[in-house]
Nanobody, 127 residues
């Protein structure tokens, strides 16, 4: 089974930056992390988990939700997924999760379409 472990979260002041990492290991039916589309989600208490950004298997197609467009950058390389977060705002405070969708392209950002998840990393942005 592919396993995902996030890191890089923490406490930062508004306007600051963080870089989240997600390290993958293992295989699922002979396929590894590098064979699938991957995404970052975030969740705050009492709210549904929302997709933040997604990247295709080959990294040629990326998507962002409007609130992070221009501030966040998703990338991937050799069984790792990254999220560079700049100009952070208090409303970016959440637990951030990486996830894998068993397809080449993202094809939407519904959490139910992603079958493998990490445990999450807390990002807190102070005002």
């Amino acid at each position: 089974q592919v396993q995902l472990v996030e890191s890089g979260g923490g406490l930062v002041q508004a306007g600051g930056s963080l870089r989240l990492s997600c390290t993958a290991s293992g295989t699922t039916y002979g396929s590894s992390f590098d064979d699938f589309a991957a995404a970052w989600f975030r969740q705050t208490p009492g709210k549904e988990r929302e997709g933040v950004s997604c990247i295709s298997k080959y990294g040629d197609v990326v998507d962002y939700i409007d609130p992070v467009e221009g501030r966040f950058t998703i990338s991937r390389d050799n069984a790792k997924l990254y999220l560079q977060m700049n100009h952070l705002k208090p409303e970016d405070t959440a637990i951030y999760y990486c996830a894998v969708r068993k397809s080449v392209y993202c094809l939407g950002s519904s959490p139910s379409d992603f079958s493998i998840w990490g445990q999450g990393t807390q990002v807190t942005v102070s005002s």
